[in-house]
């Protein structure tokens, strides 16, 4: 997996689906201030890029899950990077709305979902994990049976391994934030001290967003 983890993250860098600026940081919805942005949907627009993606996607399951009958996304960002993973892997295809229809059936999980069928969630980022942990818990409540997720990118922050251990399931990326931050300072888009101070915010994000 190394080869796509390398691939995806310099794609993500060139297409600038991921910016860095830990000088300047971004302030996030929750208020953090951040040295990273990510907006994976930009992938979708770029060929080589999502091809990459969905192809790294399919060897992890293969090798990971390889029991799954269903591929699941995430609404909306998970959707189109599990539509091309199910096709690749000639296997059907649900997605998961973040809550219920407020109409009709009030569904959550669109598709067919057969009891008892073996599913991966597939999503765009994890960052903490608690969007597609509840993803998870609508696909088996509608009786499926979630082996585990698939992301293109993690933050790799503290929280995810926890949470996901509390959760008893566990998760893969195609690519992550330590290959990412490698590879732009081996591309010289950023600096050594810049380096050291983004691992410093994934170690705790919480106070290096204080500090900065």
Not at 181 to 202: F, G, M, P, Y
């Amino acid at each position: 997996m190394t080869n796509y983890a390398e691939k995806v993250a310099q794609g993500l860098l060139d297409i600038q689906a991921v910016t860095l600026s830990p000088d300047q940081p971004f302030t996030w919805a929750s208020g953090l201030h951040s040295p990273i942005y990510t907006d994976n949907r930009l992938t979708i627009s770029y060929p080589d890029v999502r091809a990459n993606i969905y192809q790294g996607m399919v060897e992890l399951i293969k090798a990971n899950f390889p029991e799954a009958e269903v591929i699941a996304g995430t609404a909306t960002a998970g959707i189109p990077h599990a539509a091309w993973v199910a096709q690749a892997m000639d296997l059907p295809f649900i997605y998961v709305r973040s809550k219920p229809k407020d109409h009709g059936q009030g569904k959550q999980v669109e598709g067919v979902l057969k009891p008892g069928q073996k599913v991966v969630v597939i999503d765009d980022l994890l960052s903490t994990g608690g969007s597609v942990l509840k993803a998870a818990q609508a696909v088996n409540r509608e009786g499926g049976q979630v082996l585990g997720v698939v992301a293109v990118f993690s933050y790799q922050l503290p929280a995810l391994d926890q949470n996901f251990a509390e959760a008893g399931l566990s998760y893969q990326t195609v690519t992550d934030y330590t290959t990412l931050i490698t590879t732009a300072e081996q591309k010289q888009l950023i600096n050594q001290d810049q380096l050291v101070s983004l691992h410093q915010w994934r170690e705790d994000p919480q106070a290096w967003s204080d500090q900065h």
